[in-house]
Each structure stands twice: as C-alpha cells, then as structure tokens.
C-alpha cells in the first residue's frame, strides 16, 4: 500500500509527512505499528544542514518501510529538544526498543548518530542536542 492510499484510509484531511526510521526501517516500523514504539529521536543539526522543519505537534506523519511501503499513520504529540546525555529514562522507554532501558537507548543512539554525524562531516558528542518526538499511532496498514 501506498502512503497516499493509507492516508486517504484515515478519512483526514490536510497535509502529511512521509518517511522511514533510520538504522531499522523495518523493525522500528513493525514497533510503532504494534504501538509499541510511542517516540523517536533524531540530531538536531542534522535537520540544520538538510534545511528541514523540526517536527512540530499536530503533524501528520506516514511511516514507510525500507521497500516504501506504508506501515502506519502517526500524530505528533510531543517535540523537544535536549542534549543527548540529558535524554531522560522515559523516553528511551517510549522508544520502544531492546530492553526499553536508557542504557540500551544510549548504547545504541551513540552508534547510530556517531555514524550521522559522521557523515555530515560532523562529530558525536554527548551534549549534542537531540530532537525527542513523541507520538500516538492513528492508523496501521491492513496488509502488516
């Protein structure tokens, strides 16, 4: 399916954002459309250097799969911003991954945004800022 037709499933109107999660597409998605995965996080300057709006509350996101396939609809209920060593235990839980604890989030956000960051020509640190999203699952594909 794709994601405009999961979109139309919604009986919404207005505008969406489409994407997929990096690292896991599949398996984060598969989390999220369990309503398992409740939140996100990504690196601030990443969005910065690509030239793209935060998140913000209210947004409409369809989440796709790494064929581009749509897995489920979400709504933005929660953005903010702190530092990474600063990311607290509630959200690494919302998170939805592993063992749900911040350690497993810290050891495995430190991999991935090592790599990010990386390859922007940037480095990771432990006070760069990181993007916290929450949201609430509207809609899962029929076809998962």
């Avoid at 897995?71 to 959200?91: E, G, K, L, Q, W």
């Avoid at 956000?109 to 940037?122: N, P, Y």
Wanted: proline content about 3%; glycine content about 10%.
């Amino acid at each position: 399916m794709t994601a405009e037709e999961l979109w139309k499933k919604t009986g919404l109107s207005g505008s969406y954002e489409v994407w997929s999660f990096g690292g896991d597409p599949d398996g984060l998605a598969a989390l999220v459309a369990a309503g398992i995965k409740t939140a996100t996080s990504s690196a601030y300057d990443i969005y910065a250097i690509d030239g793209e709006p935060l998140p913000h509350v209210g947004e409409y996101s369809v989440i796709i799969n790494s064929a581009g396939e749509a897995v489920c609809v979400i709504r933005t209920s929660a953005v903010y911003v702190v530092p990474f060593d600063r990311v607290s235990p509630r959200h690494a839980f919302l998170e939805g991954e592993g063992d749900r604890s911040l350690a497993y989030w810290q050891g495995v956000h430190r991999a991935f945004f090592t790599g990010e960051m990386s390859a922007a020509g940037l480095s990771f640190s432990e006070q760069m800022q990181v993007v916290c999203e929450e949201f609430t699952l509207i809609l899962r594909a029929e076809n998962m």
